[in-house]
Structure formats: structure tokens, C-alpha cells
């Protein structure tokens, strides 16, 4: 039974690491590994990865195994890894993926393992969710290495969105710059992409959507622009060209699905076009589909600029 001092205190402590702890952290609490053993035995506990343990009443979770690898290994959980644990949009899936210094060579199933030399190890390490890892903006300048660079773009418009600061990134991807399969040429690109200028889209589909438009000659239109539909009353469009009073949205599933979000789609819809507004909406199949799509909203830009030039002439 696991009912002395000792063993409290490394439950314990093993409660605030996803139910693990290492072999030095019950060798500190006086727990030799001959009693780790009979333990195991017993199937009180079990053994996680390399040095590493956990209670059997713990569950087997995948921030409980980062916790493990990065404390077999003495690495940071990295790339997309640390992607998952900020629940970053799109990584959902991640693999338990991590870092360690260069000259290191653990081996760990099922991890994938990365090798660095950090010169400046205190600047990009931190701790999130009882486990180490990288920087936003460490995480960011090597994702490049295992995603393609629009899913890291999409990393980044999320860390911006949160209020990351540019600047801290910028310097960060190019105090790690290094040449070949680093991962930090992606990112170095994507900043110094034109089309990125402005305001920063609302959703990853916005900015899709956004780079279709430029793709086709389309008038650049405002992002998230107000529009004033009565006394303390403002409406936010995702796109809009507001001398032709025209909104386009970005109609994902995730923010516009269901009877409640419809019906505050239509009466905002209403409210805008009681003050001249017309507003369209884009789908994930205009999208794949643009061909369709793109010729129409031309046409519903070039109908609205007659309209708006014929009371002048």
C-alpha cells in the first residue's frame, strides 16, 4: 500500500505534474528503487518512459506523456507540441513532439525528437500547463520545419490575434535563423509577404478568403469594418467596401451554424440594409470553388458603383 509520508508527498507533488514524477523526485522523498519496483509489481504504479513514472490512478493522458518525454529526455516540448498545449487552432492532433540540446541522443517511442543549439536557452523556454516548453515566437520560427508554411501562417495570425507582439517574433525567428531545414525561413518569408499589410483578418478562413480576392483584381476591401446601423448601434462586417456599401462575410460553420447564430445573422442583415448596406457571404464551397464565385461579387461591385454614379449624372 502507498499510505506513508513519503509516498503522500510524491502524489503530491505527481498531482501537479499529469500524475507522473521522476525516479530523482521519489529518490529525494526517501522512496529507493527497490520499493519503486515492488510498487510497479503490485501495479500500484507504472513506468511512463525512461526515469520517468506514473501512478496507475493517473490517466494515461498526452499532456501526462510530454510531461514524461520532456523529463526523460531533459527537452522542451516544441513545434507543433507546443502548438496543442496553447490550443492553437489546427493542431489538435499534434504528436508528442520535442526539443533537446544539440549532442543529446534520446531515444523515446512514439516521440519526435528535435536537435538545437540555443545559444540563449532563458529567452525561449517557459512553462505551460506544468510542462516545458518553447516560446510563441521559438515555437513559431521552427514550426516551419515539420508544417507547410500555410499552416504556420496560420499559427501566427492565431498568436497575433491573442496579442503576441510582432515586434518579439520578428526578432526571435531572426536571432534562430539558421540555413537548411530549420524551419525558420518559413516564417521569414511569410513576414516579409506584402500581401500581409493592414489590418490582421479575424479567422484563418478570412485571410483565405483575403488572398483570393487579390488573386483576381478584386478592389482590396477594409477589414472588420464598423458600420453604424442606428443610435449606439454598430455592426462589424469581416470585409466591406464601404463607398458601395457592400459587406462581404466569411461564413464558416464554426461562427455562423446553428438557429441561434442564423437568426442574429438575418437580423443583422436587416439592420444593415436599412441603412443602404448590402451584405454577401463566401462559404468553405466558394472557396474551393471560386470560379463561381468571384465573377458575381464583380459584377455586384461594378452594379453597385452604377447605382451610386447614376444620381450624379
Not at 529567452?123 to 516551419?144: F, N
Request: proline share 7%; aromatic share 6%.
Amino acid at each position: 500500500m502507498l499510505n506513508n509520508d513519503a509516498w503522500s508527498a510524491v502524489a503530491e507533488l505527481a498531482a501537479s505534474q499529469h500524475g507522473c514524477f521522476t525516479h530523482q523526485q521519489a529518490a529525494d522523498n526517501g522512496i529507493g528503487r527497490r520499493r519503486l519496483d515492488r510498487a510497479i509489481a503490485e501495479g500500484l504504479i507504472a513506468r511512463s518512459m525512461p526515469r520517468v513514472l506514473r501512478f496507475a490512478g493517473a490517466p494515461p493522458t498526452w499532456r501526462a506523456e510530454l510531461w514524461a518525454a520532456t523529463h526523460s529526455s531533459g527537452g522542451k516540448a516544441s513545434h507543433r507540441a507546443t502548438c496543442r498545449l496553447l490550443r492553437y487552432d489546427g493542431f489538435a492532433g499534434a504528436p508528442l513532439e520535442i526539443t533537446v540540446a544539440r549532442g543529446r541522443l534520446p531515444s523515446l517511442e512514439g516521440v519526435v525528437i528535435h536537435r538545437w543549439t540555443d545559444p540563449e536557452p532563458d529567452l525561449d523556454h517557459v512553462i505551460v500547463d506544468g510542462i516545458p516548453c518553447t516560446t510563441v515566437a521559438a515555437t513559431l520560427a521552427q514550426l516551419g520545419a515539420v508544417i507547410p508554411q500555410a499552416a504556420v501562417e496560420r499559427a501566427l495570425d492565431e498568436a497575433l490575434r491573442r496579442g503576441v507582439s510582432l515586434r518579439w517574433i520578428r526578432q526571435t525567428v531572426e536571432r534562430l535563423h539558421r540555413p537548411g531545414p530549420s524551419g525558420t525561413g518559413t516564417l521569414i518569408r511569410i513576414l516579409a509577404d506584402e500581401r500581409r499589410s493592414g489590418r490582421l483578418p479575424d479567422s484563418w478562413f478570412e485571410r483565405l478568403v483575403q488572398r483570393i480576392l487579390l488573386a483576381a483584381d478584386i478592389p482590396v476591401p477594409e477589414l472588420q469594418h464598423p458600420v453604424q446601423t442606428g443610435p449606439g448601434s454598430t455592426r462589424r462586417l469581416d470585409m466591406a467596401w464601404p463607398e458601395l456599401k457592400v459587406g462581404l462575410e466569411c461564413h464558416s460553420r464554426r461562427y455562423h451554424f446553428g438557429p441561434l447564430k442564423e437568426a442574429a445573422d438575418h437580423r443583422r442583415d436587416l439592420e444593415l440594409a436599412s441603412v443602404g448596406w448590402e451584405v454577401l457571404y463566401m462559404t468553405w464551397e466558394h472557396r474551393r470553388h471560386p470560379d463561381t464565385f468571384v465573377p458575381l461579387l464583380a459584377r455586384t461591385l461594378a452594379t453597385r458603383n452604377r447605382q451610386l454614379l447614376r444620381p450624379a449624372a
